[in-house]
């Protein structure tokens, strides 16, 4: 089974900026995408942004401009840069990868807390 870990949370101010990593122990040449959920209480996990073989990037409207996905192939990482942030961006940030997109498997990390302050 595929392993995700992911780090850099932690707190920030409004406008601040945090940058959240996801380390897999395979190489991510054999992702299909690669993602970053959020959750919060009392609301259903949410896409934030994804990347997927080669480099197309989405993300949910409310973070456009301000987050970037991006992936290391080197370090088997995936970034999340998160800059002018929000008191809204709070949540757990999770680390999403689907392998293959014509099969069901997909793998989560088990969460990186942010929490943003006004």
């Known amino acids: 089974q595929v392993q995700l870990v992911e780090s850099g949370g932690g707190l920030a101010q409004a406008g601040g900026s945090l940058r959240l990593s996801c380390t897999a122990a395979?190489?991510?040449?054999?992702?299909?995408?690669m993602g970053w959920y959020r959750q919060t209480p009392g609301k259903e996990r949410g896409l934030i942004a994804a990347?997927?073989?080669?480099?197309?990037?989405d993300y949910e409207d409310s973070v456009k401009g301000r987050f970037t996905i991006s992936r290391d192939l080197e370090a088997n990482t995936v970034y999340l840069q998160m800059e002018s942030l929000k008191p809204d961006d709070t949540g757990v940030y999770f680390c999403?990868?689907?392998?293959?997109?014509?099969?069901?498997?997909?793998?989560w990390g088990r969460g990186a807390q942010v929490t943003v302050s006004s």
């Open positions: 395979i190489s991510l040449r054999s992702m299909f995408i």
């Open positions: 990347i997927k073989r080669g480099d197309v990037t």
């Open positions: 999403y990868t689907k392998p293959n997109p014509y099969l069901e498997n997909e793998y």
